[in-house]
């Protein structure tokens, strides 16, 4: 996996556990599926770990883990499938302050998008990254200066910079 960051590509700090045994057994932080959170919590309760929910997953079943998620991946079974968008918004109104990030085969065009819906990071599959390298996500990522949806990104969207021109 390659993980993209708004600045370049950086090397992965998680090893991805897939039983609470390999969980436990790893030297550096693991990057655990949300059914095994809470187990790991138990064997160790003062240690932080990064998250892997998928993209349907409501809010309140990650929220008991804000404090000890030090990243939450959201996993994008396919590009076209949004949802992980639309989690990442929701996970940020709801006060999640750690690091957000967006797991599977998106597209550099998506980028901007997923930076403006919060996420901090994208972690693609090497298929992906080989056929849209680094360079490319960072000029995507500055390809798109304003916006249509309200509340998206930083600025005012379009719509309300034309009600602001009207006034």
């Known amino acids: 996996m390659t993980v993209i960051t708004p600045t370049g590509e950086k090397p992965d700090a998680y090893g991805a556990a897939e039983t609470i045994e390999e969980a ?4 550096g932080m693991p990057l655990l599926p949300l059914a095994l959170a809470p187990a790991y919590s138990e064997k160790r309760p003062e240690a ?3 998250l892997l929910v998928a993209n349907d ?3 309140e079943e990650i929220a008991p883990f804000f404090g000890k998620a030090e990243t939450i991946a959201i996993a ?3 590009f076209a499938d949004g949802r992980g ?8 109104r709801e006060g999640y302050e750690g690091t957000l990030r967006a797991r599977g085969p998106l597209i550099a065009d998506q980028f901007a998008d997923a930076l403006a819906c919060g996420f901090d990071e994208v972690d693609l599959p090497e298929t992906m990254a080989n056929r849209q390298p680094v360079q490319q996500w960072l000029e995507a990522k500055d390809s798109m200066s304003v916006h249509y949806q ?3 990104g930083e ?4 719509l309300q910079q034309r009600l ?4």
Not at 164 to 167: D, S, V
């Open 85 to 92: 968008f639309s989690l990442a918004k929701r996970l940020r």
């Open 76 to 78: 994008f079974p396919a």
């Open 57 to 59: 997953t409501p809010v």
């Open 150 to 152: 309200t509340g998206y």
């Open 155 to 158: 600025d005012r969207s379009i």
């Open 164 to 167: 602001a021109a009207r006034r």
């Open 48 to 50: 932080r770990f990064a």
């Open 24 to 27: 436990l057994a790893m030297d």
